[in-house]
């Protein structure tokens, strides 16, 4: 079964997510992240994290190239972004 499509009010905190930008570089314009996926898991589009090109896809420092654990040792964990994001969403 695919994930159900995001509410207005999940749409509505991802606006205020790219405002803020990437939360590793702070780079306008980011992508969004689905959290705690997996491979082929769920979305919740509540667990997601603004992320630009480079540090969501990008070869050298993208998560969904270098993988989780690298990305984690280089940057942050996926709960930090997490909680990071749920920190900085009520201001932007």
């Not at 499509?5 to 992508?31: D, F, M, N």
Request: contains cysteine; positive net charge.
């Amino acid at each position: 079964m695919a994930a159900k499509p995001p509410t207005k009010a999940q749409k509505a905190r991802w606006v205020r997510l790219r405002e803020y930008g990437c939360l590793i570089c702070r780079a306008h314009s980011p992508s969004i992240h689905h959290l705690f996926t997996g491979a082929g898991g769920r979305k919740d589009h509540d667990k997601v994290a603004p992320l630009c090109h480079n540090h969501h896809q990008g070869k050298k420092d993208g998560l969904h190239e270098i993988g989780r654990k690298a990305f984690a040792a280089r940057f942050m964990s996926e709960q930090e972004m997490q909680e990071k994001a749920e920190i900085i969403a009520p201001y932007f």
